[in-house]
């Protein structure tokens, strides 16, 4: 069986620029979950999606917003890029919401923002 | 931001050693995790917690879920070199108008001399 996978692995951007990030589930797996990871926040939980629902949200600002699609792929997108967004983000998929042990993570997308 | 503080940072020991580490919060967990994460990769579950008290172990590593649900330990028996990586806990805090969230602590790197 497949796992999760992220694309791209790795990305630049600017400032100011808008970039979105993929992510697709082990099949059969319908919720998502989005985390952002940095050496000094270390890793926090931005959103989660199921069945093309947002079903919980941390604390980030509107910049951070996602969706999901019918076939349980997700991505995320992050407008007016700022220097401290460059980070590793790591999605993750379950089979329900809210089942946090069932969760499996990809790979991880690290955005650097110059 | 972050609710989860875990210690210590970082733990450099002989093969063979035991290894212990442990993560408190100032809120009430519902769950508590434990994950392990290698370069360039996204965290694994390692042990799952839902009770006060509860011990659980898996192989040589065994956790607790503390009685005032504020905190966990993670214990590593007899140290092997591929023990090395960074060890996460998290939690589930279930807020009612936000929905669940999701808090990892700040992670506990650990290099294993052989």
């Known amino acids: 069986k497949a796992g999760v996978t992220q694309t791209p692995r790795y990305l630049i951007k600017t400032r100011g620029q808008q970039v979105t990030l993929s992510c697709s589930p082990i099949s059969g797996h319908r919720s998502v979950s989005w985390y952002q990871q940095t050496p000094g926040q270390g890793l926090q939980f931005l959103f989660e999606y199921f069945s093309e629902t947002q079903r919980n949200k941390g604390n980030f600002p509107g910049r951070f917003s996602g969706r999901q699609f019918s076939n349980s792929r997700s991505e995320m997108n992050v407008s007016t890029l700022e220097l401290g967004d460059s980070a590793l983000y790591l999605c993750?998929?379950?089979?329900?919401?809210?089942?946090?042990?069932?969760?499996?993570f990809g790979p991880g997308t690290r955005l650097l923002v110059l | 931001g972050q609710q989860l503080n875990q210690s210590p940072q970082s733990m450099f020991i002989q093969e063979g050693e035991d290894v212990s580490m442990n993560c408190t919060s100032s809120?009430?967990?519902?769950?508590w995790l434990w994950y392990k994460q290698d370069p360039g990769e996204g965290p694994v579950l390692l042990i799952a917690?839902?009770?006060?008290?509860e011990l659980t172990s898996n192989g040589r590593l065994t956790a607790q879920f503390g009685i005032t649900r504020k905190d966990s330990f993670l214990n590593i028996s007899a140290s092997i070199p591929s023990d090395v990586g960074i060890y996460f806990c998290?939690?589930?805090?279930?807020?009612?108008?936000?929905?669940?969230?999701?808090?990892f602590g700040t992670g506990t790197s650990l290099t294993v001399i052989p």
């Open positions: 809120s009430i967990f519902n769950t």
């Open positions: 998290a939690g589930q805090l279930i807020r009612g108008n936000t929905g669940n969230q999701f808090y």
């Open positions: 917690l839902y009770k006060a008290g």
């Open positions: 993750a998929s379950s089979p329900r919401t809210g089942l946090w042990e069932t969760q499996y």
